[in-house]
């Protein structure tokens, strides 16, 4: 018994001994499992107020926003503005859940977060089943344990990635993240709805294919919206979570519909579906059919929302449209809603009618030219210079190409830092070509400098360089440039070009890149812009036949007019003086003398009809507008005495007529022969003035953009719709009117129109251009219809008059809008006539048979639209009417004297 005591004494004292350590290593482990709690705290303090975004940044994540361009409410989508284009780096639009198809939802939730509903952003038990079954088990089969709150919020992080991390260091970044994402994700779920945190979700989802967020999604793989998607294409989507690319329907179509199949069972186990609909949804095929991607091209309006990007843009830089921080809105990344008055229904009707007619001109015009070469077809009056300027003109967009500049420095490179660094301008194709024609003609260089086309400065330089080593080693590089890209242009390969013919407008081919860029300029363009006069409001905008392989927009491009010009030149003349368009005027030859009377001619000018005869047929003025009689304009204007009557109308109908063109000369020049339209101007210069005719002689500047608003709603920028001016006396406006009634009747395609309706052809020299202006109570359309290049026109009157090019289009666009009760468009209304006595007669029957009582002599008042306007600035939108246009009219029935009529 001694023995056990005396264990227990030494056990005792031992114990006593050790005492103070384990008081120390209790001590230890408080110290510790406080200081773990106090750093957990500090760490869930420091993620929660220094690592994790503001709610701000929550809601309005670090992503590009695209910018919509929308059209004015279309009752076909169920009153909401359809939308014509975006703007975007990523084709991102976000929804709000109200806008989500329920499918969507059931299939996220059923497949990401059974019990979405149920937790507060971190799911203990799917947590807990990690932690068990795949770390603990090994089981890779047991599923993720992340909420689609920590999906979102693990979306607002960039640093997901453990590239260069040793094992312990992604041991501790993963342990951090993990956390940082559960307290986001917690927060996320305090601050917001279940629905919002749905709606952030699938918002923030990279689709593949240049689709950013489930709106983009549903159009590019569906062709639809997010809310009318079906429920196989909805689970298509959904399913596509787990890995975009590896699930892209278009791509891998048999993985997606296994996945598919996964997301529809997963709504099945979850009693969104049920046992029939689920046996009958996992055995659909999968339709791809409306798969397209989305680009710039595929806009509903691409040639408008091009050209409206740079009217934006410049909004965006003035002090009134910036950010609340002084900032400038990106148009690309910012989430514009730009609003327009473009009416969707109006655009695609404009668009159907000009395809219908452009397919056949294009056939007609391939016909024309089959066998033949439009750069080197030679004409009546085609010299040697027109010639060698195609084949430049060619040069031009070969060197322009992609191709060309991908080239370019491995020849040029060298000598053009040789040259940058010794002169201080960086070496271009065309400051070799001026050195080039210099040392053949010995004066190019003069010359460009005497029109200040190029600087002494640089002339010099050229000169310097000429004179150089480095001068040899250009001309050497340049020229084999010049061979190797011809070379590669010549070679043929694969490749898509444009077709009218094909389904999508274009077709596989094999052809030389050479091919490919005459072939393509070969295709006819168009520029069509349509306008209500009674509010300005432009409706649709027609720039070119296909975006994606013209880029360049005409409707706002400079063109020759041809006799649509003339209505100007009538106008003018039936304000100065109030004759009737039924005075007569003989068709015989008018010369108007070099420097006669306020003419600044340095020739006599005698032009010719387009038929190159006169008939000697006595016309009344309205006939003479209506077939375009070259005699009877040269008589009107030679009447004036001068072109400043004329261009002081057009500029009070919009057309700066002071402006001028890039070699100096006035865009509307100071010529007899504006009266037969040598003037270049825009489709929409052209349509803004005929609108005035169509708005009771109130000019008004058209306008597309309505209201800017930024992501939130919050209006940058408010239009504010120009009230107008008198430009044309109301009796006046009438008069015309009447006439260009008379242009149209009985014309093929707008006889059987219910509008009333009036208009005027235009065609200019060798066919290059085709023009009709269309007017009607409530609609003003602008077309023309030509080649990109001056050369590529029809041969023939018959083929080439705007009659046959562009008529057409407005009449089968006036067609399909009387047809189409959606568009809102009214055919009976009637073009306003003044109350009371015009004061000028146009009933002919009356005039001719002398039913009017004689008159005193008149002559012509060319001060109505005097010279001060012809060399200022257009009056402000907001003015009233100019003092110089108060017209002086005679009473009806007073007949011209001999004066007016005898220099023929």
Known sequence: ????????????????????????????????????????????????????PSFRELENPNSALASEVLGAIDEQTGGKEEVLGRYFVENRVPVTYDELSPYLVQALIATEDERFRDHSGVDAKAVARVVVRTILLRDQSAGGGSTITQQLAKNLYSDRKFDGMNKAEKMFALAYRKLREWITAIKIEKRYTKEEILAMYLNQVDFVNNAYGIRAAAEVYFGTTQDKLKVQEAAALIGMLQNPSRYNPNTYPERCIRRRMVVLYQMWQNEYLTETEYDSLKVLPLDMSRFKRLTFSDDTAPYLCAELKKDVQAILETSEARKPDGTVYNIYRDGLRIYTTIDPTYQRHAEAAMAEQMKKLQTRFFQVWKNRDPWTYRGRETTPAEIELRKEELWKLIRASDRYQQLRPTFLGDVSDEIQEQYGFELQDSDILRMLADEKDKKTITTHVAKNWLTAQKAGQYRQIMDSPDWPVIKKQWSALQREIMVRYRKKIPMKVFDWNSPRLEKDTIMSPYDSLRYHRMFLQTGMLAVDPATSEVKAWVGGVNFKYFKFDHVRTMRQVGSTFKPFVYATAIAQQGISPCYQVYDLAVTIPARYQNFTTIADWTPSNSTGSYSGNLLTLKEALKGSVNSVSAFLMKQMGSTEPVRGLLNNLGVDSTARRPDGEYRIPKQPAICLGAADLTVWEMTSAYATFANKGMFAQPYVIKKIEDRHGRVIFRAQPDEGYPALPGNVTYVMLDMLKYNVQGAPGLRDLKSEIGGKTGTTNDYTDGWFMGLAPRLVVGTWVGGEDRWIRFLSLGDGQGSRMARPIFADFVKRLEADPSAGYDFNARFFRPPGDLEIEIDCSKYLNGALPAGDEEDFAPDIYNDQYSDQPSPPANSNAPAGTATRVKPAGKKPDSGFGDDN
Do not use: D, N
């Open 1 to 52: 018994m001694a023995e056990p005591q005396r264990l227990i004494t030494i056990k005792a004292a031992l114990q006593q001994r050790r005492m103070p350590v384990y008081r120390k290593i209790i001590r230890w482990a408080w110290r510790l499992s406080i200081a773990m709690v106090v750093a957990c705290v500090a760490v869930f303090v420091v993620i929660s107020f220094a690592a994790i």
